[in-house]
């Protein structure tokens, strides 16, 4: 080799000429019933894939039955009117395909894919377990012992110990703040309450059917109307949810895991939804301070410290709401040296504006990835997906490059002021509690303590007095009975000498509380109620947060009756203890 | 029937240099991204005895620097290009990849061939990547609940330590590594005469061709790297064991078996034994343990597939109050009643439609193809595979799978591996800490990189960034169900 061919290997190599990204063209078609058909012509493969999307997810599961959602779509392929599970299973197995549902935050999806020989058979097989699902006692009865089983396995993860925390504390009573079932949730959930479910938000105005693959358009329109066309419009449902509370403070929630190989940490703050104008600004930071192995977080935590095997940011930008966080599992005796080097990082991103050269690089990032995404049609549904269930603007992918480009360094560090506020973060950190409060005391003076149930420990240093004042003022309630009626009551706690004093009004029959104790989250109280002019004595189990309450409530000779609500006297939610 | 679709063939050119690199290119113009990977002949089978772990140590100071690349500017090249990569070692290989605007393919050839010719090594970044790798190891393996078990079980199948030691290595052996290992192990096996080059995307050929030979042929070529010992007795080298895993909730089992190597015609039969057995809802298992019986929350299975003696596993999870050992019976008649009648006739229709289904399916992705074709002639000398592998799966005969699962599944010589709950005071914890290697394979990272290929907890990869995506909605991502985790195939570890 001579020395001018070395030479030439010192430096990066530029770039050859750019090749133009030829962006998909869709073409859109709304079928009577109101449901959006998107089609995307891609002939590079004898391939198409299917996803009918539906604007409601876990989010709108009933507030007593978490989980709801996630449980149907496990059971949209367990036998439709024609079809028993099995036949189901067989049918897709045969054509080679796939048929998967499942539901997110914001909506829920039924996917499929197939060669283009078998086209017609698996939209045919998604139309039928979409809209004709019947949910068979005993398939339902299958599901909710193995969901509960599986519940206990993913209390094993420390990583869905720690999402299961920052939900809770980020999002209050925003219903974001559920990430998982309950055991007494899925006891709950009957046939029932699964078509009531789908019979409300399986409907076709609240709908999108999206297409990708080698298809003859006129034809597959046609199809989509003989298999769509019938299915009957609804009242689409709300996105009215209860914002998440405001965070004052900073705050860690241990999460106490013993023996852990390592400690779980996420850093939390409030966020944006997804179409928030801060989105490309938000993004752009992101990408300096955490979103890949360039980052700062990745390079400081990882590279520099060795204190873990990954350190990034994440922007969760939903509909109706959004957080964003730093996360990085760390070995235990570095806990707090990582937390310092965080703190360090989300307070430099504030103070300092990026540089130019940061700038650039991220923009250059997200651009180039972009098309990387439109590779597969699986990849292009998903880009096309967000824009329908967002609500985003119908140009969003012919635009998205130049929003990026647009973002300046005066923005990024106006959203950042903006969002990440060290001051106001919660620290959730799943890890062995023994061997990390003393390393997290330097970066929060409150620490609360949970056990892997996610209960509180009465360990931590909030005594019951404190916990009691904190959960003090009214609660508006509503009692399910075995008929399935749901009956409005009123809880008033008022702190009193010994834990809480109060009363309980319904339509049932109202009553002082005899006694009343909190420790931790958990409420324990007797009430005396006057009941058709009779003393009966009742008994309630509950579990609060500071706006949510649920639990049930004991009769003498009654079954257990479950119950939920939420603080009415919201100003007094933000009393600190 | 899926025989009335049409592939048109993969466009391959192969050459190789003088110095014994060998190239495949395969243009696509469909979207303007190129995928580069770059396989080298060297994974944690060839590791030394006290030294497991290292072949994934090494593929992580492949990102520490190299003669004109500074340390970590791989990735902050990459990324800032907007591409995206990783490098990943398995038993049988360790890889190096990343897929960038069609523009930069000079870029991810110039740093490639950097690192080949001219890798730098410090003791700072050796012990910083050895504290990241060891972190990685706690992170999905040790932090986990039974993906420990997943190590153990090999070293219960294979005899010769070479096959059995897991890629993720022990901690003790990961402390011991030198600066001296870092650079006798770069001489030995990172050359081009033991390396295959894949370009797949959006490029001219001829330009292609001559950015290669200015980037690679200068680099020399060394003598050839000892080949791996990986002989092994047909006897599995322990049939039962307890493993006593402290964070399980609840009791499992793994069943592994040793089977004939990658594309043997038992290979072949076998794999598709698998399926019927364990893939999807419609299999034999599922439908009979989960469905029927409804005796276990999940069942599920994979296969390690090596160039050497390989792998089967299945791994269950039982309901509370079942008995295990009369689910095991029943895993052990299905297999005995599949070696009896053999396949039916719709079984052997749905293995040919989702055998078609997923090699198409699999294409639609440049890196995918990448890989692939590296594969192939890295282990076989032959990148048209890539379109001529299928009939070899489709050749197979219900006779043949009976035949397969008569001489190596409904026998004897297997391994099961009993999952128990144990506290840290229990006092089964020091059997648990006696056994022979300690645990080492991790499992998913903490967040998926959608691009990356599934990778299964039998041979996890290793790989250097824990995500490489945008990291848009991460959070979103439902959590994953631990009972779900077991995937097929042989996967590596990250970087």
């Not at chain 1, 009577?32 to 709108?60: E, F, I, K, M, T």
């Not at chain 1, 914001?106 to 020989?117: E, F, G, M, P």
């Not at chain 1, 996105?239 to 998440?244: L, S």
């Not at chain 2, 290669?212 to 791996?228: R, T």
Request: net charge negative; glycine share 6%.
């Amino acid at each position: 080799m001579t020395n001018t061919q070395q030479e030439t290997l010192k430096q990066p190599p530029p770039p050859l000429p750019p090749r133009p990204i030829k962006l998909p063209t869709t073409s859109e078609t709304t079928l009577r019933n109101g449901l959006l058909v998107v089609v995307v012509q891609d002939q590079r493969l004898p391939l198409v894939s299917y996803r009918l999307a539906l604007r409601s997810g876990d989010a709108h599961d009933p507030a007593e039955l978490p989980g709801l959602a996630d449980m149907l779509t496990g059971l949209l392929t367990e036998g439709t009117q024609s079809r028993t599970s099995r036949e189901i299973a067989d049918e897709v197995a045969r054509l080679g395909a796939t048929l998967q549902a499942g539901a997110n935050s914001d909506y829920t999806t039924v996917a499929a894919s197939s060669l283009t020989t078998f086209s017609d058979e698996i939209l045919e097989l998604l139309a039928d377990v979409a809209l004709r699902p019947v949910f068979p006692e005993n398939e339902v009865e299958l599901t909710k012992q193995n969901t509960k089983e599986s519940l206990k396995q993913q209390r094993a993860q420390p990583s869905f110990l720690a999402t299961e925390m920052v939900a809770k504390v980020m999002f209050g009573a925003h219903p974001y703040s559920v990430t998982a079932p309950t055991p007494e949730a899925i006891d709950a959930t009957t046939r029932e309450k699964l078509i009531e479910f789908h019979r409300s938000k399986f409907i076709p105005n609240n709908a999108v059917l999206l297409v990708a693959g080698d298809v003859e358009h006129h034809s597959l329109l046609q199809r989509i109307e003989s298999l769509f066309g019938n299915w009957q419009p609804g009242e689409v449902p709300g996105d009215e949810f209860p914002a998440p509370p405001p965070r004052t403070s900073r705050a860690a929630y241990v999460i106490d895991r013993p023996g852990s190989a390592q400690a779980n940490i996420v850093i939390a703050n409030s966020g944006i939804r997804r179409t928030s104008p801060d989105y490309f600004p938000l993004l752009v930071m992101h990408t300096v301070l955490g979103a890949n192995a360039s980052s700062r977080l990745f390079m400081n935590l990882r590279e520099e410290k060795g204190y873990t095997y990954g350190a990034y940011s994440s922007l969760d930008a939903r509909r109706t709401a959004g957080t964003f966080r730093a996360t990085a599992e760390v070995r235990t005796p570095v806990t707090g040296d990582s937390l310092k080097e965080f703190f360090y990082e989300l307070g430099r991103i504030r103070s300092e504006p990026v540089s130019e050269k940061e700038l650039a690089d991220a923009k250059s990032y997200l651009t180039g990835v972009f098309p990387i995404r439109l590779e597969t049609q699986e990849g292009l549904i998903d880009q096309l997906l967000q824009i329908k269930m967002f609500g985003l603007p119908d140009n969003y992918l012919d635009t998205y490059r130049s929003h990026i480009q647009s973002v300046t360094r005066e923005q990024i560090q106006v959203v950042a002021n903006k969002y990440v506020r060290p001051d106001e973060a919660a620290i959730v950190i799943v890890g062995d509690a023994a061997q990390l409060t003393e390393q997290i005391k330097p970066y929060a003076e409150d620490i609360q303590f949970y056990n892997t149930a996610g209960k509180k420990k009465s360990k931590s240093k909030g005594s019951s007095e404190e916990s009691g004042a904190r959960y003090a003022g009214n609660w508006s309630l509503q009692i399910d009975t075995p008929l399935g009626q749901s009956i409005p009551a009123t809880l008033t706690l008022l702190p009193g000498a010994n834990g809480l004093t109060g009363k309980v009004e319904s339509e049932m029959g109202s009553g002082e509380l005899i006694s009343a104790t909190v420790d931790g989250e958990s409420l324990a109280a007797v009430v005396s109620l006057d009941v058709a002019g009779h003393a009966i004595e009742a008994n309630i189990a509950a579990e609060l947060t500071d706006n949510q309450i649920e639990g049930t409530i004991n009769l003498q000779d009654a079954p257990a009756l479950t119950f939920s609500g939420i603080r009415t006297d919201a100003d007094q939610a933000q009393v600190q203890s | 029937m899926a025989d009335r679709f049409e592939l048109s063939p993969t466009p391959i050119k192969q050459f190789t240099l003088q110095n014994g690199l060998r190239v495949v290119l395969s243009p696509d113009s469909a979207v303007p991204v190129v995928s580069v990977a770059l396989y080298y002949d060297v994974g944690s089978r060839n590791e030394k005895t006290g030294r497991t772990g290292f072949a994934h140590l090494f593929e992580h100071m492949m990102f520490q620097g190299s003669e004109n690349v500074p340390k970590a500017a791989h990735f902050q090249y990459i990324f800032n290009a907007g591409g995206t990569m990783n490098g990943t070692t398995s038993t049988e290989r360790t890889n190096y990849f990343e897929t960038l605007p069609a523009s930069h393919l000079p870029l991810a050839l110039w740093l490639e061939s950097d690192r080949m010719r001219s890798l730098k090594v410090t003791q700072e970044n050796l012990d910083n990547q050895r504290n990241a790798v060891q972190e990685e190891k706690r992170l999905r393996y040790d932090n986990q609940p039974y993906v420990n078990a997943f190590l153990r079980i090999n070293e219960l199948i294979f005899k010769n330590p070479a096959n059995a030691h897991s890629t993720i290595g022990s901690m003790e052996d990961l402390d011991a590594a030198t600066i001296d290992d870092v650079q006798e192990f770069f001489r030995i096996y990172y050359a081009p005469n033991n390396a295959v080059l894949t370009i797949v995307g959006d490029f001219e050929e001829q330009e292609a061709t001559s950015l290669v030979n200015k980037y690679f042929a200068g680099i020399p070529s060394q003598p050839a790297p000892p080949g791996a010992d990986i002989g092994e007795p047909d006897d599995v080298a322990r049939t039962q064991e307890v493993f006593h895993d402290q964070l399980a909730p609840a009791p499992a089992f793994v069943l592994g078996w040793k089977i004939p190597p990658r594309r043997t015609p038992d290979f072949y039969a076998l794999s598709l034994a698998a399926d019927l057995l364990f893939e999807g809802d419609s299999s034999r298992l599922y439908q009979k343990l989960v469905k029927g019986d409804e005796s276990v929350v999940s069942i599920q299975g994979g296969i390690d597939e090596r160039r050497g003696p390989s792998a089967l596993y299945i791994f269950a999870l039982p309901k509370p109050g079942e008995e295990v050992a009369t689910i095991r019976d029943q895993i052990f008649a299905e297999i005995h009643a599949l070696r009896t009648s053999g396949p039916s006739a719709e079984e052997m229709e749905k293995l040919r439609n989702s055998l078609c289904n997923d090699v198409v399916r699999g294409r639609q992705s440049t890196m995918y193809r990448a890989q692939r074709l590296a594969e192939y002639t890295l282990y076989d000398s032959d990148p048209t595979l890539m379109d001529s592998e299928l009939d070899h799966y489709l050749s197979i005969t219900p006779e043949q799978i009976r035949s397969s699962v008569e001489r190596f599944l409904d026998i004897e010589n297997r391994v099961v591996l009993d999952i128990v709950p144990a506290t840290s005071t229990d006092e089964t914890q020091t059997e648990a800490a006696a056994s022979p290697q300690p645990p080492g394979e991790p499992k998913q990272p903490a967040a998926p990189a959608p691009q990356v290929p599934a990778q299964p907890p039998t041979q996890p990869e290793v790989r250097a960034g824990a995500s490489i995506g945008a990291g848009e909605n991460r959070t979103e991502q439902q959590p994953a169900d631990p009972s779900q985790q077991i995937e097929r195939g042989s996967g590596p570890l990250h970087t």
